[in-house]
């Protein structure tokens, strides 16, 4: 059974750089996307962004330019880097594998989340 | 980005009840539409993907339909577990995009 377990600070100050690892047990990191998924509190999901296996990225453009998704395959995990946080970048956040299958693609497993606060 | 509205954002139902959530995007996307459940305090679980294939170990009493821009699920006799909100998602674009989520509450 595949397993994502979140890891990093609790509370980031305004301006400073949020970073967050995925730590993946259960499975290769190999061959699925790997992504990170926010949800501010009381409302719903945003899309961050995803890692491939193989390095290759995509991010959401609204994130885009602040937003640093990595993976180390010899730790099966996978890295979220957050610059110039706001008060608005405060939500829980998950790391999800997305698997392609069935010509689709959807995200299958997803870790427990953590709440990150930006605060002073 | 392609918008996702779900429909309505709560309801309220009974237990035995059948209940269907309607999710619509912004332009069509095939059948790149997944549904997932989520409890409070606990990451989404997935449903429902490709508009209608259910999860393994997903209860036959959710369904998914749906294709082009109108997508719905169903959940034929709603049991106590069910409620939750159900969050719709397209995989269309590289950009993926959640509906608002529908909060299910017991009447």
């Known amino acids: 059974q595949v397993q994502l377990q979140e890891s990093g600070p609790g509370l980031v100050k305004p301006s400073e750089t949020l970073s967050l690892t995925c730590t993946v047990s259960g499975g290769s990191i190999s061959s699925y996307y790997w992504n990170w998924i926010r949800q501010p509190p009381g409302k719903g999901l945003e899309w961050i962004g995803y890692?491939?296996?193989?390095?290759?990225?995509n991010y959401n453009p609204s994130l885009k330019s602040r937003v640093t998704i990595s993976v180390d395959t010899s730790k099966n995990q996978f890295s979220l880097k957050l610059s110039s946080v706001t008060a608005a970048d405060t939500a829980v956040y998950y790391c999800?594998?997305?698997?392609?299958?069935?010509?689709?693609?959807?995200?299958?497993?997803w870790g427990q989340g953590t709440l990150v606060t930006v605060s002073s | 980005d392609i918008q996702m509205t779900q429909s309505p954002s709560s309801l309220s139902a009974s237990v035995g009840d059948r209940v269907t959530v309607t999710c619509r995007a912004s332009q069509s996307i095939s059948s790149y539409l997944n549904w997932y459940q989520q409890k409070p305090g606990k990451a989404p679980k997935l449903l429902i993907y490709a508009a209608s294939s259910l999860q393994s170990g997903v209860p036959s009493r959710f369904s998914g339909s749906g294709s082009g821009t109108d997508f719905t699920l169903t959940i034929s006799s709603l049991q106590p577990e069910d409620f939750a909100t159900y969050y719709c998602?397209?995989?269309?674009?590289?950009?993926?995009?959640f509906g608002g989520g529908t909060k299910v509450e017991i009447k």
């Open positions: 998602q397209q995989s269309y674009s590289n950009i993926r995009t």
């Open positions: 999800a594998r997305m698997i392609a299958a069935a010509g689709t693609e959807y995200f299958d497993y």
């Open positions: 890692i491939y296996y193989s390095g290759n990225t």
